[in-house]
């Protein structure tokens, strides 16, 4: 598939999608980060569609994401699943990014909960870590906003004060206590990628404030809340920054963590899922 994206066609394009996937009231976009695979306890899910068979541009393939949507139901209610997301750094333009989030808006979405997987800038953060995100730095050089697209889909200038719902931070942390684990509170560092962070850059970015660092997340988030969606993020402290340990970074580390932590997170989405949705 080819051509531009527009506000107009995205529009045309949530139409179609609507009619073919038949959403029901849409409550929440899940979005799953690299190594990480999300599960709705409750729900049952249709079989997953291929994002090339929904989106009107190539998807470039990458390790550890499986670049799919796919709707869990429960009687009239729908949420919808990304396995895998689109990144800057693959050669995607930033409304190619959000093209999903702006998806599942239109669609109805209220909420999105995002996942991902960082580089722990804090040395107390230990891999494997959940970090609840309550801000971000938005140090990647693009914005979802720009042009026809910050006009035609919500505010001009969106209020980003508040745009990690404090409702929902509050309940994870809550969610995680009563699972038995602790989760730190922190700021995403979110850069362009895809190489890895120098210890120079990691120093810097402690001193802007950031607590993890990652290649992702900060457009969706932006997209999400000018669209009104309330949004809340979960990023799993995959390895240590460049310079806080002996061993370099790598992309198999992130997945092999992912793996590791995955129990923890299912198990929080899914109490996460019981609080904010209860079964009728």
Known sequence: MGGELTPAGLRELARDLAGRLEPGRLRALLVAGSGLSLEVPGWAADDPVP??????????HLEGHSHTLTLWRRGGETLMVMNGRLHLYQGYRPEEVVAPVRLAALLGAETMIATNATGALDPAIEPGSLVVIGDHLNLQGANPLVGAWGRELGPQFPDMSS????????????EAA?????VYEGVYAGVLGPSFETPAEVRMLRRLGGTVVGMSTV???I???????RVLVLSLASNPAAGLSPEPPSHEEVLAA???????????????????????
């Open 258 to 280: 992912g793996a590791r932590a995955a129990r923890r997170l299912r198990e929080l989405m899914g109490r996460l899922m019981v609080r904010m949705f209860p079964a009728p």
């Open 51 to 60: 994002m090339e068979e929904i989106l009107p541009f190539p998807i470039h």
């Open 163 to 174: 745009a990690y719902d404090p409702g929902l931070r509050e309940l994870a942390r809550e």
């Open 178 to 182: 009563a699972a038995g684990f602790s």
């Open 223 to 229: 997209a999400a809340r000018h669209m009104g969606m």
């Open 219 to 221: 457009l969706e988030v």
